[in-house]
């Protein structure tokens, strides 16, 4: 009775960003995610219980990570809930030159952008600033 989090990893964790190579990582992403959750559902999980997560962060290069946030609305077309994990992540520091704990700003650009493009699970490590920015986008882009 639980829900289910099929994310997206090049390779794995050992070697996941040694060198990511993708013709398309949005296509190439996407149909993972379209392969992984008909697996699923095939196996009984309940499509209503899976949330799809494009693995920010995981075998991909700055670049990668930018164009999913980018095309995240082709993802969300699968039609299953969104997840995004940008908080904190290396590429927001690399894009910004900030440490790790001075990433908050960054992290909620992101967010509020993968919103915007339809996303609607976000793990964070700052929830009370996001709820925040997310309330403030919320109130911006959705009709009442």
């Known amino acids: 009775g639980l829900d289910c989090c099929l994310m997206h990893m090049l390779?794995?964790?050992?070697?996941?960003q040694d060198n990511p190579r993708y013709d398309d990582v949005v296509s190439e992403v996407k149909a993972f995610l379209e392969?992984?959750?008909?697996f699923a559902v095939a196996e009984g999980i309940p499509e209503e219980r899976i949330h799809l997560d494009p693995g920010i962060g995981f075998g991909k290069t700055v670049e990668h990570n930018l164009e999913l946030l980018r095309r995240l609305d082709e993802l969300v077309a699968l039609g299953r809930p969104v997840l995004v994990g940008v908080s904190r992540k290396s590429f927001l520091g690399r894009l910004t030159g900030r440490e790790v704990h001075e990433r908050l700003p960054a992290t909620l650009a992101a967010n509020v952008l993968a919103f915007t493009r339809g996303a609607s699970l976000f793990r964070v490590h700052d929830v009370a600033p996001l709820r925040d920015a997310?309330?403030?986008a919320a109130a911006t882009v959705r009709a009442p």
Do not use: H, Q
């Open 11 to 16: 390779g794995e964790p050992r070697t996941m």
């Open 134 to 136: 997310l309330i403030v």
């Open 35 to 38: 392969a992984r959750l008909a």
